[in-house]
C-alpha cells in the first residue's frame, strides 16, 4: 500500500465499500423496500467518512496535486458518459414496454421498481468512475 | 515515443535526490513524479518550471517536445 498515493488508497477503498454494501442489495432484490434503499444511502455515507478518517490518519502525506484533480475529471467524465448511456437505454426500454403494454401502473411495487432501476443506473456509473480512475492512476494519461 | 520527454530521473539521481525529496520540493506526490520519469503524465508548464528548478537546470534540459511523438 505505501506505493499508493492518498487518493488511490481512499479510491480502493470507496470501491470496496460500494461493492460489500450495493452488491448484497442487488442480488436480494426481492427483499428490498425504500427503507432499506435509505438505510443503504446511510450506511454507505458512514462507511465512507470511517474509511476516510482511517486511511487519513494511516496516510502521512495527504497533498493532492494536479493529476489527482486530472484523474478524478477523467473519471467523472467516463461515469458521466455510463449514466447518460444507461438512462438512454433505460427510456428506450420504458418506452417499448409501454407501446408493448407491458407495464402495469396501477401495481404499487412498480413505483419501488423504477427506484431501484434508477438507483442501479447511478450505483454502475459510480463503479465504473472509482474503476475509471483507479485505471488512470496505473496508465498514462 | 511520447511527444514529451523528460530527463528527470537522471537529473535527478545525478544529484543523489530522491523521488520523495523532489516530489515534495515541486509539491505533488512521489506517484505524480514517477509517473513523470516513466513518460506517464506529462506535467502542466507551471509543474515543469518547479521540476526544473528543484533540479537547478533550464526547463528545456528537463523537458523536450518532439513533434513526431505521440500525444
Known amino acids: 500500500m505505501s506505493s499508493l498515493s492518498y487518493r488511490e488508497k481512499f479510491l480502493y477503498a470507496s470501491l470496496a465499500i460500494e461493492l460489500a454494501v450495493y452488491l448484497p442489495y442487488f442480488f436480494l432484490h426481492g427483499h428490498n423496500s425504500v427503507s ?11 462507511l465512507q467518512i470511517i474509511a476516510q478518517g482511517t486511511i487519513a490518519a494511516l496516510t502521512r502525506n495527504r497533498i493532492t496535486d494536479e493529476r489527482d484533480r486530472l ?27 409501454a407501446e408493448a403494454g407491458h407495464l402495469n401502473m396501477q401495481n404499487h411495487t412498480m413505483g419501488l421498481h423504477f427506484l431501484n432501476v434508477f438507483f442501479g443506473m447511478l450505483v454502475i456509473a459510480d463503479i ?3 474503476v475509471a480512475q483507479l485505471i488512470a492512476y496505473r496508465r498514462a494519461l | 515515443m511520447p511527444a514529451i520527454r ?9 544529484r543523489n535526490m530522491t523521488q520523495q525529496e523532489l516530489a515534495d520540493q ?25 521540476v ?8 528545456d ?11
Open chain 1, 36 to 46: 432499506k434503499v435509505a438505510g443503504m444511502i446511510a450506511g454507505i455515507i458512514l
Open chain 2, 6 to 14: 523528460n530527463q528527470v530521473r537522471e537529473l535527478r539521481a545525478a
Open chain 1, 71 to 97: 484523474i478524478e475529471l477523467h473519471g467523472y467524465r467516463i461515469g458521466y458518459f455510463t449514466f447518460a448511456s444507461l438512462m438512454a437505454f433505460g427510456l428506450a426500454m420504458l418506452w417499448f414496454h
Open chain 2, 26 to 50: 515541486v509539491g505533488v506526490t512521489r506517484q505524480t513524479v514517477i509517473a513523470i520519469e516513466q513518460d506517464k503524465y506529462s506535467p502542466s508548464l507551471e509543474t515543469a518550471f518547479k
Open chain 1, 128 to 130: 465504473t468512475r472509482t
Open chain 2, 52 to 59: 526544473a528548478l528543484a533540479l537547478g537546470v533550464s526547463l
Open chain 2, 61 to 71: 534540459k528537463c523537458f523536450q517536445y518532439d513533434p513526431r511523438g505521440k500525444r
